[in-house]
């Protein structure tokens, strides 16, 4: 749901603010869940760890190429701070800033030049309990740009380089992608029709959300819908998800979409913004579990392996 004011209008992003140190980078991932109506999905966010300079405790940042910059919050800093004294605030036009904060992302760093952080609210943090899983942020798509990614699924594993890896360039077929305003949409072509969809990694959840209109035309006979929360920026919205036997192909290859998805609330929005923006649909981790997915950013270029 990162993408949906995204969606509507053509927001050009403010100048990237992230310096990343190293030409490549490769961090694991992990998955968090959330609850639907039939039980919990374990695949809900991907998130990466993250250490902060000077502390040995391990945080975490939401990986959703749906938000165009990338996020900390104001919040869970705070508190960390009155722990861990080493978070770099600084004051400018009366609001709190943050000034040169240096992340580690496995053995790489990345240095957050100066962003406002966003306000938030949430409870108090439990230091001792190594379960669960401090999210200080969210890593946007601002990290890909002008860099080659490459997502290993079934090895929950992120590789970011300047280059596409040979290994994988030899064996992958390509295609062209578009990266327009810090957005990710991939051709593809479902049911006969070519259409533009937008890969966003913020919404885990989900093989196709579209709107209701193609959620009707592409929903199994006999299919009952499961419905379940979403929350979005602090908005919660209604997503309905149906079984449908309809596939999406990207280059030469064919997934199996598995069930199709509306939201409401923002459907109206949603089917506006598809049509004033050519998008087809949306796409998050979930179609792609079992597979690599490689995006070239700078050469603008995609393609999907096993």
Same mark, same amino acid.
């Given at each position: 749901?990162?993408?949906?004011?995204?969606l509507?209008?053509?927001?050009?992003?403010?100048?990237?603010?992230?310096?990343?140190?190293d030409?490549?980078?490769?961090?694991?991932?992990e998955?968090?869940?959330?609850?639907?109506?039939?039980?919990?999905?374990?695949n809900?966010?991907?998130?990466?760890?993250v250490?902060?300079?000077?502390?040995?405790?391990?945080?975490?940042?939401?990986f959703?190429?749906g938000?165009?910059s990338? #996020? %900390?919050?104001?919040?869970?800093?705070? $508190?960390?701070n009155?722990?861990?004294?080493? @978070? !770099?605030? &600084?004051?400018?036009?009366?609001?709190?800033?943050?000034h040169?904060?240096?992340?580690?992302?496995?053995?790489?760093?990345?240095?957050?030049?100066?962003i406002?952080?966003?306000?938030?609210?949430?409870?108090?943090?439990?230091f001792q309990?190594?379960k669960?899983k401090?999210?200080?942020g969210?890593?946007g798509?601002?990290?890909?740009e002008?860099? #080659? %990614?490459v997502?290993?699924?079934?090895? $929950?594993?992120?590789?970011?380089?300047?280059? @596409? !890896?040979? &290994?994988?360039f030899s064996?992958?077929?390509?295609?062209?992608l578009?990266?327009?305003?810090?957005?990710?949409?991939?051709?593809?072509?479902i049911?006969?029709?070519?259409k533009?969809?937008?890969?966003?990694?913020?919404?885990?959840?989900f093989?196709?959300?579209t709107?209701?209109?193609?959620?009707?035309?592409?929903?199994?006979?006999?299919s009952f819908s499961?419905?379940?929360?979403?929350?979005?920026?602090?908005?919660?919205?209604?997503a309905h998800?149906v079984?449908?036997?309809?596939?999406?192909?990207f280059?030469?290859?064919?997934?199996?979409?598995?069930?199709v998805?509306?939201?409401?609330?923002?459907?109206?929005?949603?089917?506006?913004?598809?049509?004033?923006?050519?998008?087809?649909?949306?796409?998050g981790?979930?179609?792609f579990?079992?597979?690599?997915i490689?995006?070239?950013?700078k050469r603008?270029?995609?393609?999907?392996?096993?």
């Amino acid at each position: 749901m990162s993408c949906i004011l995204f969606l509507l209008f053509r927001i050009i992003p403010d100048p990237s603010q992230l310096v990343i140190k190293d030409k490549s980078i490769k961090t694991p991932f992990e998955w968090v869940g959330i609850k639907k109506s039939n039980g919990m999905d374990s695949n809900g966010a991907m998130v990466v760890p993250v250490y902060l300079k000077g502390c040995q405790k391990k945080f975490f940042m939401q990986f959703d190429l749906g938000t165009p910059s990338t #996020v %900390l919050y104001k919040c869970v800093l705070d $508190k960390i701070n009155i722990r861990y004294p080493l @978070i !770099p605030f &600084k004051q400018k036009f009366g609001k709190a800033i943050l000034h040169q904060l240096s992340l580690k992302l496995n053995e790489s760093t990345i240095i957050v030049k100066e962003i406002y952080p966003m306000d938030c609210s949430t409870t108090e943090i439990d230091f001792q309990d190594k379960k669960k899983k401090i999210i200080i942020g969210t890593i946007g798509s601002d990290f890909i740009e002008n860099k #080659v %990614l490459v997502i290993d699924y079934p090895n $929950k594993t992120i590789y970011l380089n300047d280059n @596409i !890896p040979s &290994k994988l360039f030899s064996r992958t077929e390509l295609s062209d992608l578009q990266f327009s305003f810090r957005k990710v949409l991939l051709p593809a072509v479902i049911n006969g029709e070519k259409k533009n969809i937008f890969f966003d990694t913020g919404t885990s959840a989900f093989e196709l959300m579209t709107d209701k209109e193609s959620w009707i035309k592409m929903k199994k006979k006999g299919s009952f819908s499961q419905d379940f929360p979403l929350n979005s920026w602090g908005r919660t919205w209604y997503a309905h998800s149906v079984k449908t036997d309809d596939s999406i192909k990207f280059n030469s290859l064919i997934l199996p979409i598995g069930s199709v998805t509306y939201v409401d609330g923002p459907s109206l929005f949603l089917k506006l913004g598809f049509r004033l923006s050519g998008v087809g649909g949306l796409t998050g981790n979930k179609l792609f579990l079992s597979k690599k997915i490689l995006l070239d950013t700078k050469r603008l270029k995609f393609g999907i392996s096993n």
